[in-house]
């Protein structure tokens, strides 16, 4: 089943409480579809099954929670942390993630934690992370409030307009028609994010070769 048919079965609340619960774990260091839920949670508000406000307040408070937390756990276990989970969990937590991700940090601080939400990777590791490298909190929390709005509010805000334009194309023109805007939307979406992606790598890169 998948994830927008099985949140259609359950009621408007809990859809809520499910995505803000998801999101939150997630922004702990967990691995789990925070954004797939988020999405799947905001095309289903477009079709009127939860309302799209609700949605987004509850995205950037499980965002914004979690990531706090997930501060206090980095502050508390550090460095040694990581290396426990590196060899537990090495597709997630190795040794090449953790330093790639210390390097955004020693390089853009506060900017790491804030667009570190529309990064996959960052999205799981920015607050242990911050915690370990010992950030303000003060500094942390402006970012991880700013960022958890911004990325969940926007994404839901997007999302669900997106789906509302669909449903009004779908009215009055063919499905084929239909068909060709959302692969087109799809391929925009694939050229930006690799884009992203080779930006950010070469950023990464950038003070390894000047070393």
């Known amino acids: 089943m998948h994830v ?3 949140l259609q079965a359950i009621s408007p609340l809990w859809i809520c409480l499910l995505v803000g619960l998801v999101i939150g774990v997630e922004s702990l260091g967990i691995p789990l579809p925070g954004e797939i839920v988020l999405v799947s949670a905001a095309l289903l508000a477009a079709q009127g099954v939860v309302d799209p406000l609700w949605v ?4 950037s408070a499980g965002a ?13 276990g550090g460095k040694p942390m990581f290396d426990r989970l590196g060899r537990r969990f090495p ?12 390097r955004y ?26 915690g370990a490298v010992r950030m303000p909190y003060w500094k942390f929390l402006i970012a991880n409030v700013l960022g958890g ?3 969940a509010g926007g994404t839901t805000a997007v999302v669900y307009y997106l789906g509302r334009v669909a449903e009004t194309w779908l009215k009055g023109f063919s499905w084929a028609g239909l068909a060709a805007a959302v ?3 799809a ?6 994010k690799r884009r992203a992606a080779k930006m950010a790598a070469q950023e990464v890169l950038e003070p390894v070769t000047a070393d």
């Open 4 to 6: 927008d048919a099985w």
């Open 56 to 59: 987004g307040v509850c995205a």
């Open 64 to 76: 914004i929670i979690g990531d706090s937390i997930g501060y206090a756990i980095g502050r508390k």
């Open 91 to 102: 597709k997630h937590f190795g040794p090449d993630h953790i330093d790639k991700a210390e």
């Open 105 to 130: 940090f020693q390089r853009y601080g506060m900017w790491t934690v804030f667009f570190g939400r529309f990064i996959a990777l960052l999205r799981i590791l920015a607050g242990p992370i911050a």
């Open 149 to 151: 709005i911004a990325w």
């Open 183 to 185: 692969l087109f939307g």
């Open 187 to 192: 391929a925009t979406m694939l050229i930006v």
